[in-house]
Nanobody, 121 residues
Framework: QVQLVESGGGLVQAGGSLRLSCAAS????????MGWHRQAPGKQRELVAV???????NYADSVKGRFTISRDNAKNTVDLQMNSLKPEDTAVYYC???????????????WGQGTQVTVSS
């Protein structure tokens, strides 16, 4: 019904930049919130950034000023520009969205498979 596919992860040195992209496809009627979460080894998944359909956004304190989230409502995509990366940003990054299908009345959460980001010191 719905697929979220991430791309853009990889290995980068501390201080470097990466851009993650996520595309949602399927029988989508509308998308409310889209966001990025991450999970480091041995840690719980945590929110990185979210963006709403009106363009408003929120960030985790740990990434404010370094990461920027953006979305294209027409293409059902969300990007995460990550600058000044630190080793502690190393994690699997997951895209998610609250999506309403043509076949249903409610917004429900959907997740991508994740993309690895590794920042070397």
């Amino acid at each position: 019904q719905v697929q979220l596919v991430e791309s853009g992860g990889g290995l980068v040195q501390a201080g470097g930049s990466l851009r993650l992209s996520c595309a949602a496809s399927g029988t989508i009627s509308s998308i409310n919130m889209m966001g990025w979460h991450r999970q480091a080894p041995g840690k719980q998944r945590e929110l990185v950034a979210v963006i709403f359909s009106d363009g408003s956004s929120n960030y985790a304190d740990s990434v404010k000023g370094r990461f920027t989230i953006s979305r294209d409502n027409a293409k059902n995509t969300v990007d995460l520009q990550m600058n000044s990366l630190k080793p502690e940003d190393t994690a699997v990054y997951y895209c998610n969205g609250f999506i309403k299908l043509h076949s249903g009345p409610a917004f429900r959460p959907y997740w991508g498979q994740g993309t690895q980001v590794t920042v070397s010191s």
